[in-house]
């Protein structure tokens, strides 16, 4: 099976990394109202533009008896898990992510733990489903 | 569920427990104490215990109380413990999950007759530690993992004593736990009582002086105590040292002042490390380490490897892989991710050494010894480049060769349970490499640089 990130999803999390730069500003509306400005607009802007780009890249594949993620344009990262020793999946669903049909999986094996931000909310039950004793 | 209603084995834990939850109040209460009686203050001295004594007894009451609520219980198949008065704690570790048992005795515990048994499972990273009594916990540890019968594989005398020392000796953390020791001393009960130490340190020093410059003086009197001081724990840490290895458990033991008894289920070891530090190359014996689960010792090795020797380790680790020679292709190797950090820290050793020669002769000597461990670095990343890899052998072992400053280390992977995170820069892409990073149950990490991208994507995971 093939798992990719959701384009709304991936929005979900550009707006989850705005709100430490939301933080931050009071600092910089402090110095000049300008700054403040370019700061935010800066800020938010890479935020939602890095989380739609490095998200959207992101392919799954559970097949043979692995799961492959890989993720990434410029640095390309690829995670490789064998699914008979997964000991577990977590799926989240916030009211923000359930409105835009996504979910956060994190998958779990005494090896490490692989975060999935940015599924499709099907996806995720399928992948679920798949690693924890159903059929991919 | 086919559970026993009673137990094979039960009890409360030893009484040192209560100290345990104590040592914290414990330090608290008796660093004004002993100020006080260094300064020889009688009067405030008398103000402290009254004030202290109060609190102490209440803190040993509520650890006697919390003491008293805690308890095992020993199944066929399971141990169970309890502890908390308010939250109650209650833990179950299957026998099946059990990896490595480890019992620890030091000069304290010996004393109170009591000991540390720490249990580390095959599937989880955290670990289980109990304080019970000697005998409970040698019956503890029979009935989880019972000891080999055969007569041990290893047991250093000799010249192999000597060498099994040598390459024990761990100079970086010796040099940290005994800064940490210091400053902590000082802090506690302040600087006089170093002072000793500090003077002898200086009439060393002078002596080392009537034979190399003052500058370098320091440093070799620095190198000499440090070294000193790590073979001196590795030596107490290696007396009576043994290894065994029957009916699926190995078992390791030793130690003087903290002795150390580790049972290793053998199904459950999950790589074999074999380290290349700079004393293991002179002596041209490489120390072995052992991983199994949560597990990861890395202060006492299980034993020492000679090249073309594999008979001994071969008994022990069945599947291990001697080391053999480069299994990556060279071609399209990134030369700077091997190369950056020792070259550059050459450049600048070589550069300020020659500014030092016709501006400050003086120093020149004391400049030239980085020179020499930039330039030793830079020869262990040249053995770096033409030898790290990973790949599956026939035998269907994972083998894992990768260099991190004066060290190689050559690890045979055994189980199937890894995780691989293959990362590719675009300069890496453009070459088809990435950097490879094998991920352990027990949480420990390899990095191998500048691999063939394709045949890290293609190394199978399973066995």
Redesign the interface.
């Known amino acids: 099976m093939e798992i990719r990130c959701s384009p709304g999803a991936a929005l979900v999390f550009g707006l989850w990394w705005c709100v430490p730069g939301l933080a931050l500003s009071p600092f910089v509306f402090w110095q000049s109202l300008a700054a403040g400005a370019v700061f935010v607009l800066g800020w938010c802007g890479a935020a939602l533009l890095t989380c739609r780009v490095r998200l959207g890249s992101l392919r799954g594949r559970v097949r043979a ?2 799961l492959s993620v890989s993720r990434g344009v ?9 699914t ?2 997964i ?1 577990g999946v977590t799926r989240l669903e916030t009211p923000l992510l359930r409105r835009f049909h996504a979910s956060l999986v994190v998958v779990h ?4 733990a ?1 975060l999935l931000p940015a599924l499709d909310a099907d996806d995720a039950r399928r992948l679920e489903s798949a690693l924890t004793g159903g059929r991919p | 569920m086919t559970a026993p209603r009673s137990p094979a084995a039960q009890g409360r834990f030893h009484i040192v427990y209560s100290l345990h939850l104590l040592k914290n109040g414990l330090i608290f209460c008796l660093v004004p104490l002993l100020q006080a009686l260094l300064r020889w203050d009688l009067p405030s001295l008398y103000g402290v215990l009254q004030q202290e004594a109060l609190i102490l007894l209440a803190l040993v009451a509520v650890s006697l109380f919390l003491w008293r609520r805690t308890g095992w219980r020993q199944y066929p198949d399971r141990l169970e413990m309890h502890s908390g008065l308010v939250l109650h704690r209650a833990r179950v570790l299957r026998r099946s999950e059990l990896a490595v048992v480890e019992i620890a005795r030091n000069p304290f515990l010996k004393l109170l007759g009591a000991a540390r048994v720490t249990l580390y499972g ?4 955290q670990t289980v530690t109990l304080y019970l009594t000697r005998r409970d916990a040698a019956a503890l540890a029979d009935a989880l993992l019972p000891p080999p019968r055969k007569a041990p594989l290893f047991k250093p005398v000799g010249a192999q004593r000597l060498s099994f020392v040598m390459v024990s000796a761990n100079l970086i953390s010796t040099a940290l736990l005994l800064m940490v020791s210091l400053r902590q001393t000082e802090e506690l009960l302040g600087a006089a009582v170093t002072l000793p130490l500090r003077d002898n340190l200086t009439r060393l020093e002078q002596l080392v002086e009537q034979v190399v410059p003052t500058g370098v003086a320091w440093l070799f009197t620095a190198a000499f105590v440090l070294w000193g001081a790590s073979l001196a724990v590795s030596l107490l840490r290696t007396v009576g040292f043994s290894v065994a290895c029957s009916g699926g458990v190995i078992l390791c033991h030793g130690g003087f002042l903290l002795h150390t008894e580790r049972r290793i289920l053998a199904s459950a070891v999950s790589a074999c490390y074999l380290r290349v530090t700079p004393v293991a190359r002179l002596l041209r014996r490489y120390p072995v380490y052992l991983t199994a ?1 949560a597990y990861h010792a890395s202060d006492v090795p299980v034993l020492v490897y000679k090249k073309g020797q594999t008979d001994l380790l071969g008994a022990l680790m069945p599947g291990f892989v001697p080391p053999s020679g480069a299994s990556e292709n060279r071609i399209g190797r990134s030369a700077p991710v091997f190369f950056w950090k020792s070259g550059l820290c050459l450049a600048f050793s070589l550069a300020v050494t020659g500014v030092s020669v016709w501006q400050l002769p003086a120093v020149t000597g004391l400049l030239a010894i980085p020179c020499l461990l930039s330039a030793a670095a830079l020869l262990v990343a040249a053995e770096g480049y033409r030898l790290e890899g990973a790949a599956r052998t026939p035998g269907r072992v994972l083998t894992v060769q990768y260099s991190r400053a004066f060290t190689r280390h050559w690890v045979c992977v055994f189980t ?11 300069f890496a ?1 453009a070459v088809g490499r ?1 950097n490879l990073t094998v ?3 027990c949480g420990s990490r390899m990095r191998v640089r500048s691999v063939n991208r394709y045949r890290a ?1 293609h190394l199978p ?2 066995e």
Do not use: I
């Open positions: 008896g692995e410029l640095f390309q990262t690829t995670r490789r898990m064998p008979r020793f000991s094996s005494p090896a490490g692989l | 095959c599937r989880s990273r689960g199937p349970d890894v995780n691989l995170t293959l990362f590719a820069s675009p892409q990435c991920c352990l149950p994507a995971l399973d």
